[in-house]
């Protein structure tokens, strides 16, 4: 069988694999593809009779690599047929049966159609190089969707490598051991504390793997997003990766509207068991637990409360670090409540720039108006003693009063006015 010769076809595969982390059987089947583009644009310069190739008119050629020849060969599948049209797809039943007498019509045989080695020419091995740069890129695109697409939503460790504008180029690693991928972290998705220097290191959640052919970086990472401290409770506090604990809610603005107001995260926690305080779980021993996630997230303020199925005392809890005095839940179906604190609560349970009493909304899903619990309470007394009033003015008003003399006279039907008139 011919055989077209590739010198260092085995260290040039070894080199490719360590240079785009792909395992060799993607290399390889990357030049199979690249090399039967070759052949496809040798067949085409040597064109002479002009014949129609259409779009599937290679689909039966293949490439066979020869390791340790260090060369590949040209394969065509071809149908035995009567009488041949196009020999690219057929071949003749009497051709066949000179070597195989068993050959029936409608068969299929795989003939070697390796072009010279001096005619696969310098145009196909140019095209042969383009097509395998892009053939190794989709087969690493490829390779990182299949591999990262189970750990979406999960934590991984990055490393800063470079600065394209305002986003950031990260090398992330999987939790299979591969090496490190390329990922990128937008500037909405990067938290106002944080110091990306070159080769910083910090947790991101893997948000999203692209589908497709994108330029750049297939994954999508965050620190601002409300999952990454989730999944760093589950890794700190046993208790919730033994599900002893689960968290409930969470609401958390990484990137605050004003540049005054600090990145803050409220997460709402319970437990079946009497015996565990869920919330003392997630703080730990002198703060220990809440304190290594606040220490990842570069001193972002977490809040964490006890969530409750009563909605007047879940919404109160959320208000921490506040004291609520009063919840009154206005109205259930629009889930709209009134809290009332005392005035030097008021500002507290607010928060900066209404920070607080946001995430609160958030986390509970409740509408929150806040007051004074003494401003509300004179108010209050005001409007009713105000209607009081207006009761007892009604009241005044008599139903009937005493008719006077001409009054009297005007009631009086005619006959009576002829006997008063007789009278007088």
């Given at each position: 069988?011919?055989?077209?010769?590739?010198?260092?076809?085995?260290?040039?595969?070894?080199?490719?694999?360590q240079r785009?982390?792909?395992?060799?059987?993607?290399?390889?089947?990357?030049l199979?593809?690249?090399?039967?583009?070759?052949?496809?644009?040798?067949?085409?310069?040597?064109?002479?009779?002009?014949?129609?190739?259409?779009?599937?008119?290679?689909?039966?050629f293949?490439?066979?690599?020869?390791?340790?020849?260090?060369?590949?060969?040209?394969?065509?599948?071809?149908?035995?047929?009567?009488?041949?049209?196009?020999?690219?797809?057929?071949?003749?039943?009497?051709?066949?049966?000179?070597?195989?007498?068993?050959?029936?019509?409608?068969?299929?045989?795989?003939?070697?159609?390796?072009?010279?080695?001096?005619?696969?020419?310098?145009?196909?091995?140019?095209?042969?190089?383009?097509?395998?740069?892009?053939?190794?890129?989709?087969?690493?695109?490829?390779?990182?969707?299949?591999?990262?697409?189970?750990?979406?939503?999960?934590?991984?460790?990055?490393?800063?490598?470079?600065?394209?504008?305002?986003?950031?180029?990260?090398a992330?690693?999987?939790?299979?051991?591969?090496?490190?991928?390329?990922?990128?972290l937008?500037?909405?998705?990067?938290?106002?504390?944080?110091?990306?220097?070159?080769?910083?290191?910090?947790?991101?959640?893997?948000?999203?793997?692209r589908?497709?052919?994108?330029?750049?970086?297939?994954?999508?990472?965050?620190?601002?997003?409300?999952?990454?401290?989730?999944?760093?409770?589950?890794?700190?506090?046993?208790?919730?990766?033994?599900?002893?604990?689960?968290?409930?809610?969470?609401?958390?603005?990484?990137?605050?509207?004003?540049?005054?107001?600090?990145?803050?995260t409220?997460?709402?926690?319970?437990?079946?068991?009497?015996?565990?305080?869920?919330?003392?779980?997630c703080?730990?021993?002198?703060?220990?637990?809440i304190?290594?996630?606040?220490?990842?997230?570069r001193g972002?303020?977490?809040?964490?409360?006890?969530?409750s199925?009563?909605?007047?005392?879940?919404?109160?809890?959320?208000?921490?670090p506040?004291?609520?005095?009063e919840?009154?839940?206005?109205?259930?179906?629009?889930?709209?409540?009134?809290?009332?604190?005392?005035?030097?609560?008021?500002?507290?349970?607010?928060?900066?720039?209404?920070?607080?009493?946001?995430?609160?909304?958030?986390?509970?899903?409740?509408?929150?108006d806040?007051?004074?619990?003494?401003?509300?309470?004179?108010?209050?007394?005001?409007?009713?003693?105000?209607a009081?009033?207006?009761?007892?003015?009604e009241?005044?008003?008599?139903?009937?009063?005493?008719?006077t003399?001409?009054?009297?006279?005007?009631?009086?039907?005619?006959?009576?006015?002829?006997?008063?008139?007789?009278?007088?």
């Amino acid at each position: 069988m011919s055989l077209v010769s590739l010198p260092g076809l085995t260290q040039m595969i070894e080199e490719i694999s360590q240079r785009h982390n792909l395992p060799k059987s993607a290399v390889q089947e990357a030049l199979r593809e690249a090399l039967i583009k070759g052949y496809e644009r040798f067949r085409r310069s040597q064109n002479l009779d002009r014949q129609q190739f259409y779009d599937e008119y290679f689909d039966n050629f293949e490439v066979e690599l020869d390791t340790e020849e260090e060369g590949f060969r040209i394969l065509s599948t071809k149908r035995i047929v009567e009488e041949v049209e196009n020999t690219d797809h057929h071949i003749s039943l009497q051709e066949v049966q000179e070597v195989a007498l068993e050959a029936q019509l409608g068969d299929e045989v795989v003939l070697d159609v390796t072009p010279e080695q001096k005619d696969f020419g310098r145009m196909a091995a140019i095209q042969t190089k383009q097509v395998l740069l892009q053939k190794l890129r989709d087969q690493q695109r490829k390779l990182i969707q299949e591999e990262f697409h189970e750990l979406e939503g999960t934590v991984l460790n990055a490393r800063v490598l470079r600065f394209e504008r305002q986003d950031i180029i990260v090398a992330v690693q999987s939790a299979f051991g591969q090496p490190e991928v390329e990922a990128i972290l937008p500037k909405r998705e990067q938290l106002p504390n944080d110091n990306y220097r070159a080769n910083a290191s910090f947790k991101v959640l893997l948000k999203k793997v692209r589908e497709g052919s994108h330029r750049g970086p297939q994954l999508l990472v965050s620190r601002a997003a409300a999952g990454l401290v989730v999944d760093m409770f589950s890794v700190e506090v046993p208790e919730i990766e033994e599900d002893i604990v689960r968290i409930v809610a969470v609401s958390r603005e990484a990137n605050p509207p004003s540049r005054y107001v600090g990145p803050r995260t409220k997460i709402a926690v319970d437990t079946l068991e009497r015996d565990v305080d869920p919330v003392g779980a997630c703080i730990g021993a002198r703060g220990s637990r809440i304190q290594a996630v606040v220490n990842e997230l570069r001193g972002e303020k977490i809040d964490v409360i006890r969530w409750s199925p009563d909605p007047a005392t879940y919404i109160a809890n959320a208000l921490s670090p506040a004291r609520v005095d009063e919840v009154v839940l206005l109205n259930a179906e629009e889930r709209h409540a009134l809290v009332l604190v005392a005035e030097d609560q008021l500002s507290l349970a607010i928060g900066k720039e209404g920070q607080n009493v946001r995430l609160a909304a958030r986390l509970t899903g409740w509408k929150i108006d806040i007051k004074d619990i003494v401003l509300y309470k004179a108010e209050a007394e005001k409007r009713q003693l105000e209607a009081q009033l207006d009761n007892e003015e009604e009241t005044m008003e008599p139903d009937t009063m005493t008719p006077t003399r001409e009054e009297e006279n005007a009631d009086l039907n005619p006959l009576e006015e002829l006997d008063n008139s007789t009278l007088s």
